[in-house]
């Protein structure tokens, strides 16, 4: 994440366990934000509707008025989010911050104009009540806002000031809740969703405030990632390819047999969805894992064998430098590997013991011992394109992540046509054909390191003329012609 390795190096430079401490619960703060939020916050109200005793139709109604934004939110910002990292990384490499805040005006403007027009195509036709649209459709919007804040928020380094934004949405949005329902207004569920608007407009508020303190300087560019779209939109389509081929098998099986329809509007199958929610939370360590080490100890051994290629460093400082890196990067991954396989062990484990006290059946908790041994392989894979991504291998992880989709996409409808004993099993498959794929894809880039670096690159960078290029020039810069778009080459 762009940003984040200089404060995590800070941070780790404290050996005591509060350091540690403090590191981890930044990092998983800036890594996993919006999944906490949206957790905390679901099981909370749901708490509170079930102590006022508010019927089942209400709570389910309200799940699905959350669960609906998240998701589409997270498909839809995913390839801009990428396209927004990417962008940011570069500025920060070159110190050119005075980019960085037009920027952020500039992808949410077009992001949420986007967003909004399928959002009020799909609220215009859904039959529930306009006060529940309106919110429904504004918490989405929010959502989308969220995703790409937790962009730029990787790059703050104070981490009190993180908690604390999320804290005090996530504190507003309850206790708000909670009086609504002491008081007893009469539409539950748009109260609700008014309260949880409420909370993530104040984090958003406070998060953009805080970005705004942290850059002071702005420019007047506020569209300069657009060329990013033509030069590295591979990283849109990976990223959108990866974050839908997660989601897809949920969206397959709201049309089986498991299905349930909500105010005529949702469809969902409580089953599946809920045994998969939890059984991906076991994969969210891993993560918070990966950025750790990447950030504190890959990263060093990485920047210092790109920089004797820039440097003028000799042949054997290179030599030395790459079987290096290389030897850490695997040696990490092992050690990830290992790390990941005890947490789904434990989580399966647990599972079988937690998951009935919460009313889950045989059948979801089959689903949910498949599904989490899934997300073990899933994580990995996705672990291993982000390596891929670093050494500019965009068109091999974009194969994957598409690969990804589409077994995805075959698998989960032959489970579908097969019945749902075998739902669950269609991306457990997917996801373990396509962890050695990638495997096998890091491997023989490594093996060919030396000839991707030396002898595929061009040896002068001809930027991408592409429709977003021409748009920006013509925009941005009026007349003026060959108007250089800034793309440092960092490794």
Known sequence: MAGIGFELKR??????????????????????????????????IQLMLKIFDKPFYLSELYVVSVIYPFIFSHIFSSGFNMIITRYISDKLYIKKYDDII?????????????????????????????ILKLFTFIFFMQMIMLWLLGVYLSALKDFAKIVRCYGIGITVAIVLNFLALYINFQDTVSMAMICMNTG?????????FEIKKYFTTSSNDYLGFL?????????????????????????????????????GTYIYAPSYDTATFFAFMSSLAVMVMFVVVTETNFYTKYARYFNYITNKGNAADIETAKI????????????????????????????NYLLPLLGLNYEAISIYQVVSTGAY?????????????YFEDRRGAMVLCISFLALN??????????????????????????????????????????????????????RDNGIFTIIYEKLICGKREGVIVEQPQKG
């Open 227 to 263: 060329p990013y779209f033509d030069n590295y939109g591979s990283l849109f389509t990976a990223n959108l390819s990866v974050t839908l081929g997660m989601y897809i098998p949920n969206i397959i099986f709201w049309f089986s047999e498991m299905q349930t329809v909500v105010s």
């Open 200 to 208: 993530i407009l104040l984090i958003n508020i406070l998060l953009l």
């Open 377 to 389: 392989a899933c994580a990995l894979m996705q672990i291993i394109i982000i390596l891929l991504f």
């Open 324 to 351: 290096e890196m290389i030897g850490t990067m695997w040696r990490e991954l092992r050690n990830i590997f290992e790390f990941q396989l005890v947490i789904t062990l434990l989580f399966i484990v647990a599972g």
């Open 409 to 462: 996409i075959i698998s989960n409808l032959v489970s579908l046509h097969m019945g749902r004993t075998t739902f669950g099993t269609g991306f457990f498959l997917t996801s373990f054909i396509m962890l050695p794929a990638a495997v096998y894809r890091l491997d023989n880039y490594m093996q060919n390191i030396d000839y991707y670096i030396f002898c595929k690159r061009p040896v002068y960078h001809n």
């Open 102 to 130: 037009p920027s952020m005006y500039g992808i949410l403007s077009i992001a949420l104009f986007c967003a909004a027009i399928p959002g009020a195509l799909f609220f215009y036709f859904a039959k529930i009540d306009l």
């Open 11 to 44: 941070l780790f430079a404290d050996k005591s366990v509060y350091g540690y401490s403090k590191a981890f619960s930044y990092t998983i703060m800036v890594t996993l934000g919006p999944f906490i939020l949206m957790t905390v916050m679901i099981l909370s």
